[in-house]
T-cell receptor, first 113, second 111 residues
């Protein structure tokens, strides 16, 4: 079964707008929540990550919001640009041992000029 | 340039055959993990190697096996290929913790 559920499947945003992608999880043992960006023909690249001891983390135009009680986390992309058009994956894992990341199914973001 | 190189980039195999995919990590990356990404899906964890030993495995059958070498290279071997094995295979390497770098993957098509 899908351990991390991601929505929406696709998203179209105007240039300068805010892109929001949501994820939910069930396993309360997860303690690391990264977001990856993937361009066609490339592997996923780590964008930003958060641990459950904080509710928000911001890096440039990218912000993760984390709600531990609801077991949800989201990615906000501010001032979205056409170059942000890619597929975004949320993921989660337990501990710092094996790199056993559980990925969501991905969101294809298109930013139109 | 990610520092993680995978070869070949594309491969076509026949059902029942065996395949070996290769990954070259950057120096110092003693941990490598392999993922399978089916079309339109997120990557799924196959297994991980740390200092040449498997130390974690996902829900994949034994016909998926691997090797890690002292020179920071590694292999993913798949025996008795099935049509459903068609996917992008990704390796990710790191030096522990959570900072793993993915390669661009090998696109395997089984016909």
């Amino acid at each position: 079964q899908q351990q991390v559920k991601q929505s929406p499947q696709s998203l179209i945003v105007q240039k300068g707008g805010i892109s929001i992608i949501n994820c939910a999880y069930e396993n309360t043992a997860f303690d690391y929540f990264p977001w990856y960006q993937q361009f066609p023909g490339k592997g996923p690249a780590l964008l930003i990550a958060i641990r459950p001891d904080v509710s928000e983390k911001k890096e440039g135009r990218f912000t993760i919001s984390f709600n531990k009680s609801a077991k949800q986390f989201s990615l906000h992309i501010m001032d979205s640009q056409p170059g942000d058009s890619a597929t975004y994956f949320c993921a989660a894992k337990v501990g710092t041992g094996a790199n056993n990341l559980f990925f969501g199914t991905g969101t294809r973001l298109t930013v139109i000029p | 340039e990610t520092g993680v190189t995978q070869s070949p980039t594309h491969l076509i195999k026949t059902r029942g055959q065996q395949v070996t995919l290769r990954c070259s990590s950057q120096s110092g990356h003693n941990t490598v993990s392999w993922y399978q990404q089916a079309l339109g899906q997120g990557p799924q964890f196959i297994f991980q190697y740390y200092r040449e030993e498997e130390n974690g495995r996902g829900n994949f059958p034994p016909r998926f096996s691997g090797l890690q070498f002292p020179n920071y290279s590694s292999e993913l071997n798949v025996n008795a290929l099935e049509l459903d094995d068609s996917a992008l295979y990704l390796c990710a390497s790191g030096a522990g913790g959570s900072g793993y770098t993915f390669g661009s993957g090998t696109r395997l098509t089984v016909v």
